[in-house]
């Protein structure tokens, strides 16, 4: 049997770069629609005998009517479509306080920890699902698995989540997350209660875990959220898993990708996302002396139709340091005037401004 999984698709009228609205959903987010409608038909030409998405539908708990239903529409042309409710989906946990409600007749909607059977073909296979709740993964986790136990067993189940995982290569940041679980407590669990694969949704990079027992795969956005998600190989998976193997495959969508770009060879990227079929959003940062470079790019790769929309940004690196450096003068004078001539004297201040007339400036501004 194979199941389709796909997560994080965000779907809503996203602000920056949205461009033109035609009944009620703007470029963005028919970029991103088409993204699911895409992944919907991608698990059924697999032979999926269902499609789960783990969490984060939705980008937000009020999502628009249009929205609404054209997600419907989506799912419609999926199999067996199963929507677990994720944090950006979710108000309360008190029943039905979701935005995930109104799918309920064209997709299983499940919003409290679940075993779900899935039957094709005389078989059958128990999916364990465990939509998002808050607090510590670490704790709630444990017990919301022994609570099911006794719900459903055999060979081969599947573990469902919209948690994080880290490992050692996880940003110091991101660990001891609420809402995320270490792999090797995850690695424990599966074992311990007999899953043969676990798949995460959340955040927002793909990872496969390697190691002995079960396969963990985080599934990663279908559809970035921008510049923090920057790049174009970690995003836009469909995870296809098949049971009888035990072995999963990972086909990427395509769908709107975002680039952070810091130099002219950077829109080289650009132009290969584009040419395999995503939609490109581009972010150039340059100091001071390359932003006129930055900008003839950016207008090329749009001109090119490698790019959708893009900006051109100050990189405030250096502008940073000289604020430290300011502050660290000011820090070891003895009065309020020497504080403020030594910060005016070591602050990033455009070419051709006057130092003397901004320090005259902030001593008027300061009386005296």
């Not at 049997?1 to 994080?8: K, P, Q, S, T, V």
């Not at 992944?39 to 999926?48: D, F, M, N, P, V």
């Not at 584009?274 to 939609?279: E, L, W, Y």
Request: hydrophobic share 45%; net charge negative; aromatic share 6%.
């Amino acid at each position: 049997m194979r199941l389709g999984f796909i997560a994080d698709v965000h779907a809503a009228n996203h602000q920056r770069f949205g461009g033109a609205v035609e009944s009620g959903i703007n470029r963005r987010c028919s970029q991103i629609l088409a993204a699911l409608r895409a992944a919907a038909a991608k698990s059924r030409e697999e032979g999926c005998a269902a499609l789960f998405v783990l969490g984060d539908l939705f980008d937000s708990v009020r999502p628009e009517p249009q929205v609404i239903a054209a997600v419907q529409e989506a799912l419609r042309a999926a199999p067996d479509p199963h929507v677990l409710v994720g944090n950006h989906d979710q108000v309360s946990t008190l029943a039905g306080d979701h935005a995930v409600g109104p799918l309920g007749p064209v997709a299983a909607v499940i919003e409290v920890p679940e075993v779900v059977t899935v039957s094709d073909a005389g078989q059958e296979l128990s999916v364990v699902c465990m939509p998002f709740q808050p607090g510590p993964a670490i704790e709630w986790l444990p017990a919301a698995l022994g609570n099911l136990d006794g719900a459903a067993g055999g060979q081969g189940r599947v573990l469902l989540l919209h948690l994080g995982i880290e490992d050692e290569a996880t940003p110091g940041f991101l660990r001891g997350a609420h809402d995320s679980i270490p792999v090797a407590k995850l690695r424990e669990l599966a074992q311990q209660h007999g899953f043969a694969a676990v798949f995460a949704g959340n955040w927002h990079k793909y990872r496969a875990f390697p190691g002995a027992g079960a396969k963990i795969v985080q599934v990663g956005a279908l559809a970035p959220c921008g510049f923090r998600d920057s790049g174009w190989a970690e995003y836009g998976r469909l995870v296809v898993w098949d049971s009888a193997a035990e072995t999963y495959t990972s086909y990427e969508i395509p769908g709107p990708r975002f680039f952070e770009v810091r130099n002219v060879s950077g829109f080289t990227s650009a132009e290969q996302a584009k040419a395999a079929g995503h939609s490109v959003y581009l972010r150039c940062v340059a100091g001071g002396e390359d932003i006129a470079g930055m900008q003839g790019g950016l207008a090329a790769a749009k001109e090119k139709g490698h790019a959708v929309a893009g900006s051109v940004e100050v990189d405030g690196a250096d502008a940073r340091a000289a604020a430290r450096s300011s502050a660290a003068v000011a820090q070891s004078s003895t009065t309020l005037d020497e504080a403020l001539a030594g910060y005016v004297e070591q602050m990033a201040i455009p070419e051709g401004v006057d130092r003397a007339a901004v320090l005259a400036m902030a001593r008027k501004y300061l009386g005296g």
